[in-house]
């Protein structure tokens, strides 16, 4: 019995560790063969290639510095919005259980499953409506952008933050009230610390998402103003060569960076389950 | 007369329609230490918060020496709180934690680290003033909740169970600590808890609560061998209970399976409710007792020993007695024939609305 049992468990783990390899290539391997392409010597892709080289690399910044600057300023301004939104939401949801709670929970998390396209195509319209109707020029202009960003954004935001307020004990305000802190000083000295992982992880959490996303920029962007994602689809549209491997490898490396230093901050396992 | 410390003033809290605080008064004397002592769910808990200001009363009011409360917010009530689970800031160190209430009145800087450190010696905490919370043990955790609530000379010290989480050990040491830091002090004190040997330990005091409303309130020796009510009985000390009709000097069950010969005559008639401490019965041989019964179960614990007895079917009575010395009690095993009796004095019968039952004589025959 003992040896079958043994028999039964030695294969289990090989089938683990099997699948675990599986999912482990299917990550690594096209992040492999984009850097491997950017190091191509050619203009087009061919292959073999007739040499490597690291100048690709060089040509990110003049083909798009402009984009990568209007990337990260949206980033920050969706970070400091979908925050500023998120965490008193978060704190509400999860401290009151008043009317309508299930309503604006909904709400706030909706933007998660209606597709990126359909929510860039019906906020474009609106856009437009809106500055016909005001005589304003939101549609293409960074206010627009931003406040499409941190529709998708504050969703995780909510979530994350509500995550870290579950283990919570709700005992230590009291504590804090007791001992002559007014309402939002308790927020701000006992419930906020409380909540550093999660908001940290949230911020983050947003900054990626808007950093990344092409669906809504590709309806709310303008000449001149160009996220990172839609000015790589605009120049794969008349070239085909490595220096687009070469941005992807610029981003992955730049974002890992980023996930390695908050995990020595706050354990992201913890935050993420 | 001079004011109370604090005073409930028929204290009401309902929650839908259950009234989980009933029409609660109490006066509670300045240095005064009070228990709020019941089963889960009778309302002790509610009424600490209604103190604290976290649950706004229904209906009646609280004064603090004198001056309605009743509508100040927590944040303004100036009382210490220390948590069934500590709630200390778990990103604050323990001085800080300590010092958090002198932050918050602007105590000036080395003002608040002379009470600091003060309270950390009290509680014998110096060692650990720069460590986590979670890097204490439960007692010491206790101790800071402790230090953090003292170190603002709460107008009140509320204690939510807070012995709870510690282990039998601990919990005698931190019970006699506790006392002596709120006896230094003249600290007048509010404690909640279900653990009535806690309770007798600590109090001045105790209120027994039931269902939302006060059954008894009195000091520990009052409340033990004068309860004013089979609850009481019941709750304090383990007496046995014996529900049955009272006619005279006998008390028979509801279920005719046994009659009782009482120690006392009454001159009441009708449904009545008989309770005696287990310290108080003691063994006779058969036929010279009040009650004849079986041994079922014999346990020594050392310094007492239990009989169980079954008298009736559906009714076993409990027996304590010295396990040690001279004095100890005769141990029986299971199945032999005993007899039940106690003093008249021992006797308690409530009547069916829970009231007691006045004797008409001192002794009967059968005492």
């Known amino acids: 019995m003992a040896r079958a049992d043994a028999v039964v468990q030695a294969a289990e783990r090989l089938v683990v560790l099997a699948l675990i390899t599986c999912g482990a290539l299917l990550i690594i391997v096209p992040l492999l063969l984009t850097l491997y392409l950017s190091l191509f010597d050619e203009k087009l892709i061919l292959f073999p290639p007739r040499g490597y080289t690291l100048s690709w690399y060089s040509a990110i910044v003049p083909n798009f510095g402009g984009s990568l600057v209007t990337s990260l300023k949206l980033g920050a301004f969706s970070v400091i919005g979908s925050l500023a939104l998120g965490i008193p939401a978060g704190i509400g949801l999860s401290r009151h259980r008043f009317r309508g709670r299930g309503a604006i929970s909904m709400l706030l998390l909706a933007p998660l499953t209606v597709p990126g396209i359909a929510l860039g195509l019906a906020i474009y319209v609106a856009l437009v409506a809106l500055d016909e109707q005001l005589g304003s020029m939101v549609t293409g202009s960074m206010i627009g952008l931003v406040l499409a960003h941190i529709m998708i954004t504050t969703p995780w935001v909510v979530r994350l933050c509500l995550a870290s307020l579950a283990n919570h004990d709700r005992a230590a305000e009291e504590a804090a009230a007791s001992l002559g802190a007014g309402p939002l000083t308790v927020i701000w000295r006992v419930t906020l610390p409380a909540m550093r992982a999660g908001i940290v992880a949230a911020a983050l959490f947003a900054f990626v998402i808007s950093f990344e996303n092409l669906e809504l920029a590709l309806f709310l962007t303008s000449p001149g103003m160009t996220t990172l994602p839609v000015a790589v689809l605009q120049y794969l549209e008349y070239h085909i060569d490595p220096l687009v491997s070469a941005i992807a490898v610029a981003q992955i490396v730049a974002i890992a960076a980023v996930l390695l230093v908050l995990d020595r901050f706050v354990r992201l396992g913890q935050v993420i389950r | ?367």
Request: proline share 5%; hydrophobic share 45%; with cysteine.
């Open chain 2, 1 to 367: 007369m001079t004011t109370a410390a604090l005073t409930l003033d028929n204290l009401s809290k309902q929650f839908g329609t259950v009234a989980a605080v009933d029409a609660v008064s109490i006066e509670v004397q300045s240095g005064e230490l009070i228990v709020l002592l019941g089963p889960s769910g009778c309302g002790k808990t509610t009424t600490l918060r209604m103190i604290a200001g976290f649950v706004p009363p229904s209906a009646g009011d609280i004064q603090l020496a004198g001056s309605s409360i009743t509508a100040l917010p927590p944040h303004r009530r100036e009382m210490g709180i220390v948590f069934q689970s500590y709630a200390l800031f778990p990103h604050l160190s323990v001085a800080r934690n300590v010092a958090f209430g002198l932050e918050m009145r602007r105590v000036q800087r080395a003002a608040m680290h002379a009470r600091v450190a003060e309270m950390l010696r009290l509680t014998k905490l110096e060692a650990f003033a720069s460590r986590l919370p979670r890097e204490l043990s439960g007692g010491q955790q206790q101790r800071v909740a402790l230090a953090r609530a003292l170190a603002i000379h709460p107008r009140l010290l509320l204690l939510d169970e807070p012995l709870s989480n510690l282990d039998a050990a601990l919990r005698q040491e931190m019970a006699r600590e506790i006392r002596l830091l709120q006896q230094s002090g003249e600290i007048t004190t509010i404690m909640v808890t279900h653990d009535q040997t806690e309770a007798m330990a600590l109090a001045d005091r105790l209120v027994v609560m039931h269902e939302g409303r006060v059954q008894q309130i009195g000091t520990p020796e009052q409340v033990h061998s004068s309860p004013a009510n089979p609850f009481v009985a019941g709750f304090i000390g383990g007496s046995n209970i014996v529900a049955g009709r009272l006619s005279d000097d006998r008390l028979e069950l509801a279920d005719g399976t046994a009659v009782f010969a009482l120690a006392r005559r009454y001159a009441d008639k009708g449904a009545a409710t008989l309770a005696v401490l287990p310290d108080s019965v003691s063994l006779v041989p058969p036929g010279r007792g009040l009650v004849d019964g079986e041994v079922e179960l014999c346990t020594w614990l050392g310094a007492v020993v239990e009989h169980a007895v079954r008298v009736a079917p559906n009714l076993t009575l409990l027996t304590r007695g010295p396990g040690l010395g001279p004095d100890a009690t005769p141990r029986h095993t299971a199945g032999t024939r005993v007899a039940l009796r106690w003093e008249a004095e021992d006797e308690r019968l409530f009547d069916s609305e829970g009231r007691a039952v006045q004797a008409v004589s001192r002794e009967t025959s059968h005492a």
